[in-house]
């Protein structure tokens, strides 16, 4: 009965910013560690960025490094992943999962649909 659903995509000129959300509903998103990835056309999926059960040491992928931020908000059961400074190589499918390892869909005990980010002029 729990899920996550992703939002927050769209079309966004190189430079701008999109900030995505993982909103959980049927369990507590604080309990897990929260993954986000992505996957583009003909290209293996990644993952981007990680933030534990304690926010300690968030990860993130060096593509990403210093332009890309992970967060919780326990009140509102959501993890977001702010996302500066686009590049058109950002464009893919991001979905976010409990765990920070890009497993097999059926290895998450939840994972999300996703949300397409498209950067492009």
């Known amino acids: 009965q729990g899920q996550l659903v992703e939002s927050g995509g769209g079309l966004v000129q190189p430079g701008g910013s999109l900030r995505l959300s993982c909103a959980a509903s049927?369990?507590?998103?604080?309990?897990?560690?929260i993954g986000w990835f992505r996957q583009a056309p003909g290209k293996e999926r990644e993952g981007v960025s990680c933030?534990?059960?304690?926010?300690?040491?968030?990860y993130y992928a060096n593509s990403v490094k210093g332009r890309f931020t992970i967060s919780r908000d326990n009140a509102k059961n959501t993890v977001y992943l702010q996302m500066n400074s686009l590049k058109p190589e950002d464009t893919a499918l991001y979905y976010c999962?409990?765990?920070?390892?890009?497993?097999?869909?059926?290895?998450?005990?939840?994972w999300g649909q996703g949300t397409q980010v498209t950067v492009s002029s």
């Open positions: 999962a409990t765990d920070c390892r890009p497993l097999s869909l059926s290895e998450y005990d939840y």
């Open positions: 049927g369990f507590t998103l604080a309990y897990y560690a």
């Open positions: 933030i534990s059960s304690s926010d300690a040491s968030p």
